[in-house]
Nanobody, 122 residues
Framework: QVQLVESGGGLVQAGGSLRLSCAAS????????MAWFRQTPGKEREFVAAINWSGASTNYADSVKGRFTISRDNAKNTMYLRMNSLKPEDTAVYYC???????????????WGQGTQVTVSS
């Protein structure tokens, strides 16, 4: 089992920045590929960014490419999402996930955090 806990969400004005963290604990969490997803009410959870187990490879949704940066520190068992130039449409609950496959598909991720709210005001 792997436990994931997100933090760092909050309210920010458009154009501002936030950094989300995802602390992992449990069974060898640093061998898993990890990702960030987000969800707004009434919509499906959507892919934001993914990083492979070593941190050497990353992948981003087109909507956040160039503004968001995913990273991980395996020594600290923590993944991050640096979000710059935030837009009101980035408002969502952000979830971190861990799984054995590196993909954009929610079905490929076994472990999920509880989510952290990000609200961007215009």
């Amino acid at each position: 089992q792997v436990q994931l806990v997100e933090s760092g969400g909050g309210l920010v004005q458009a154009g501002g920045s936030l950094r989300l963290s995802c602390a992992a604990s449990g069974r060898t969490s640093n061998i898993y590929n990890m990702a960030w997803f987000r969800q707004t009410p009434g919509k499906e959870r959507e892919f934001v960014a993914a990083i492979n187990w070593s941190g050497a490879s990353t992948n981003y949704a087109d909507s956040v490419k160039g503004r968001f940066t995913i990273s991980r520190d395996n020594a600290k068992n923590t993944m991050y999402l640096r979000m710059n130039s935030l837009k009101p449409e980035d408002t969502a609950v952000y979830y971190c996930a861990a799984g054995s496959r590196w993909s954009r598909d929610t079905n490929d991720y076994t472990y999920w955090g509880q989510g952290t709210q990000v609200t961007v005001s215009s």
